[in-house]
């Protein structure tokens, strides 16, 4: 589904494992498409799934319109789910000029209540639903 061409925001849950902090391998779920501005999901489908052992790592989308950067509404999911799951977790974004960033948001920095996350730059690849990175 990732070489499915839309101009509408794209989503993905990202199940699997990183490694040693330095890159992670993963399973993409629960696609779901949006509007151009935005994409919501069915947290329902992602919270089930870690309940049957899914490991989750992460969440990708696209921005179709803008570069890959951090949104307020990105920087507010990403830090209820880190509260929510009580472990660090990756927002992958995909701009629209083919640029990736990934963000590692620390779960101790929340905790600490210190509003902060880790800005990563690093290789991200796409095979079928599978999706690969390297910090
Ligand atoms: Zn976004």
């Not at 069915?42 to 921005?63: A, R, S």
């Not at 880190?82 to 990756?90: I, P, R």
């Amino acid at each position: 589904m990732l070489n499915y061409k839309t101009l509408n925001e794209i989503f993905y849950a990202i199940f699997g494992r990183i490694f040693f902090g330095k890159f992670f391998i993963g399973k993409m779920y629960f696609f779901n498409e949006g509007v151009p501005t935005k994409v919501g999901f069915d947290y329902q489908k992602v919270i089930k799934k870690i309940e049957n052992g899914g490991k989750l790592i992460g969440f990708y989308h696209t921005h179709p319109y803008m570069d890959a950067y951090m949104s307020r509404t990105d920087v507010n999911t990403m830090k209820s789910w880190v509260h929510c799951e009580g472990k660090t977790l990756y927002c992958i974004i995909k701009g629209n000029n083919g640029t990736w960033i990934y963000e590692c948001f620390n779960y101790v920095q929340f905790k600490e209540e210190y509003f902060g996350y880790d800005v990563l730059s690093g290789k991200c690849f796409v095979l079928g639903n599978y999706i690969f990175g390297i910090l």
